[in-house]
Structures are given as structure tokens and as C-alpha cells.
């Protein structure tokens, strides 16, 4: 202690030495604390793949493209096979229909080269038609009902309307055309004329 120096200089100086070793005390336990964290934290390390783990990484590679190239010859082989089916099935399917109406062509044929009377080819020509609608009847085709029914626009289309007393209103007069179906499915509707009952409508 230099001479003149008090006693509470000396202690606040005492004091001051006190704080900075502990200071340095802290800050050294501080670098010491880090230094275990770096040493407990693991370290990250620049992995590298081996020239056999490539060689074994490439031919999976190559092993999965060509697994895929031959899915795709697969798929479109089965894809030329179906369409060739389809085609083949739908030619089957016209075939057996075709060989169904070819007895009628036939009848066609031998009335227009037939010398006969009008009234013996209008009789042939009824024949003809029944030996079509039993063919139609054979493919599970059948006329749609109209003359005398109740006007149904999923089944009838109406050509227009005529005035009818005998006939309930809204009631199919006249069949223009017949319409057919194939079991419940509609080929085409009836090309109808509907009745209109007077009578009924001013009731």
C-alpha cells in the first residue's frame, strides 16, 4: 500500500482487484463450458460415397429404367391387343347381324327381278317385312308402342297435333314413323301425331 493511501481507498481498491478476478474467473469457466459443448456436440463430416457404392448406386439405376422400358412394351402391347379384340369382337358382332339380314336382301332381290303383278309384289313385299321383324325380334330389337297410347316424350316425338273426338287428349293419333328399342334402350323414338280432344280440354 503506497504511503498516504486511507483505508477505504485501500478497500475499495482491494474490491476492485476482488471483482476482476472473478470476472476473469467466470469468463475463463464460460470458455471452458463452450469448449465441452463443442467437444460433446457431434461433428458433422463431409460424408463421401466410395467408387463401389457408385458402381452399386448406378446399376440399381439402370436396373429400375429398365424395368420401366419394359412396363411400357408391356402396357402397349396389351394396349395393340385390346384395340385388335375390340375390333375383332366388333366385326364378329356386325357379322352375325349382317348374316341375319342377308335372307331379306335375297327376297329384295328375287321381287325387283320378279315379272309379277302389282298386287303379287305388294304381297311379296309384305313378307318381306315380316321376315324382317322376325329378324329384329331375333336381336331383341322391338317397336316402341304409339297408336292409341298416352303421348310419352321419352318414347314419342311429335310431329305435330289433330283434332280428335274419338281419342283421349294427349293421346297418339297417327304413327308417322315407328320407333324401335333394343330390350329397354331407345334406338329412336316415334314420329307421332298427337290427338286433341276438344271436348276434353274445354272440360
Do not use: C, W
Not at 303421348?151 to 287428349?169: I, K, M, N, T, Y
Not at 293419333?173 to 331407345?186: N, S
Amino acid at each position: 500500500m503506497r504511503k498516504g493511501t486511507t483505508h477505504k481507498e485501500t478497500e475499495l481498491s482491494l474490491s476492485a482487484e476482488a471483482q476482476a478476478a472473478v470476472e476473469a474467473a467466470a469468463a475463463k469457466e464460460g470458455a471452458v463450458e463452450e469448449s465441452a459443448e463443442a467437444q460433446a456436440a457431434p461433428q458433422v463430416a463431409e460424408e463421401t460415397v466410395s467408387r463401389a457404392e457408385f458402381d452399386q448406386l448406378k446399376a440399381e439405376r439402370d436396373q429400375l429404367l429398365e424395368r420401366l422400358a419394359r412396363l411400357q412394351a408391356e402396357f402397349e402391347n396389351a394396349r395393340k391387343r385390346t384395340e385388335r379384340e375390340r375390333v375383332e369382337f366388333r366385326d364378329y358382332a356386325v357379322g352375325n347381324v349382317v348374316e341375319k339380314f342377308l335372307p331379306v336382301l335375297d327376297h329384295f332381290e328375287l321381287a325387283l327381278k320378279s315379272e309379277s303383278t302389282i298386287e303379287q309384289l305388294r304381297s311379296g313385299v309384305e313378307l318381306i317385312v315380316k321376315q324382317m321383324e322376325e329378324v329384329l325380334r331375333q336381336l331383341n330389337v322391338t317397336p316402341v308402342a304409339a297408336m292409341g297410347v298416352e303421348f310419352d316424350p321419352r318414347h314419342h316425338e311429335a310431329l305435330g297435333s289433330v283434332e280428335r273426338e274419338d281419342l283421349p287428349d294427349q293421346h297418339v293419333a297417327e304413327e308417322i314413323r315407328r320407333g324401335y328399342k333394343i330390350r329397354e334402350r331407345l334406338l329412336r323414338p316415334s314420329l307421332v301425331r298427337v290427338a286433341s280432344n276438344p271436348k276434353q280440354v274445354s272440360e
